[in-house]
């Protein structure tokens, strides 16, 4: 009979968390050149607690354009204003609160070609991530179409906190 030997284990703790997360790259950043002496630091890996306020982000940007009566479907924005709020999350850009002014914000980036030579820096792991954890959130929402009108309120609060 073969003796089962326990592993060696340490208590969690902050310092570990924090060494623990370090090994995901997510504090990485990497120096991209945008061209006429133009520059961006982007972290090609995303955390999820970084990821989650992206996402919840454009969640409140398909809230706002609603109240605006701005249809982001027609006009072919939907992915893009997601992608938007990636490249405020994780690069160094100036954020932009004001939703007409993220368009504003969002054509240039288009205009000037930036907006995917930015995008490509992103790893795909992370893309994939978003990708997941949007088509999640929108299961989650379209399941809460059935509940009453003030619960889906309260929902719509906790995502704009």
Known sequence: M??????????????????EVSRFGYNDTKKVLLGEGYHLHVHPNFSDSRLDKAVLAYFKDIDDAHKAKISLASEGN????MFLELIFEFTDITKVKD???K?????????????????????????DKTTNKV???AKEITRLGGLA???QEEF??????
Not at 2 to 18: D, F, H, I, R
Not at 78 to 81: D, R
Not at 103 to 127: N, Q, R, W
Not at 156 to 161: A, P, V
Request: proline share 0%.
């Open 135 to 137: 088509n999640a959130l």
């Open 103 to 127: 368009l504003e914000v969002m054509s240039l980036l288009h205009d000037t070609g930036y907006f995917a030579k930015i995008i490509a820096e992103f790893s795909k792991e992370s893309i």
């Open 149 to 151: 009108k003030k619960q």
């Open 156 to 161: 719509l609060k906790t995502l704009n906190k």
């Open 99 to 101: 939703f007409k002014k």
């Open 78 to 81: 939907g992915s893009a204003v």
């Open 2 to 19: 073969t003796e089962v030997k326990q592993m060696e284990t340490k208590k969690l703790n902050l310092a570990a968390l924090k060494n």
